[in-house]
Nanobody, 126 residues
């Protein structure tokens, strides 16, 4: 059974940093692309970053480029998202999800993803 469990969210002041984690199990971690999505209150879920170790590719949405860094530790089956320079508009529930390929993660939106975690809430105060 595929499981994704996010952690690391919390309340942080603007300008602060967080590192989100996504612990994965039930599949061969480096055979898939894995991405981070977020859903702000009243907004649609948006893809913000993807990584594929197999294809050696990574993607960032313009809204997070330069502030967010995605990485993975395949030995630990864990995905990370380092978030620096947090802004109030980064307040959202952050989800990790798997995709069969980097392209599906990068271009497929929510429908391109196969399995989802339940999310971790990040709240940024001004």
């Amino acid at each position: 059974e595929v499981q994704l469990v996010e952690s690391g969210g919390g309340l942080v002041q603007a300008g602060g940093s967080l590192r989100l984690s996504c612990a994965a199990s039930g599949f061969t971690f480096d055979d898939y692309a894995i991405g981070w999505f977020r859903q702000a209150p009243g907004k649609e879920r948006e893809g913000i970053s993807c990584i594929s170790s197999r294809e050696s590719r990574a993607y960032y949405a313009d809204s997070v480029k330069g502030r967010f860094t995605i990485s993975s530790d395949n030995a630990k089956n864990t995905l990370y998202l380092q978030i620096n320079g947090l802004k109030p508009e980064d307040t959202a529930v952050y989800y990790c999800a798997t995709a069969a390929s980097y392209s599906r993660c990068r271009y497929g939106g929510q429908s391109g993803m196969d399995y989802w975690g339940k999310g971790t809430l990040v709240t940024v105060s001004s």
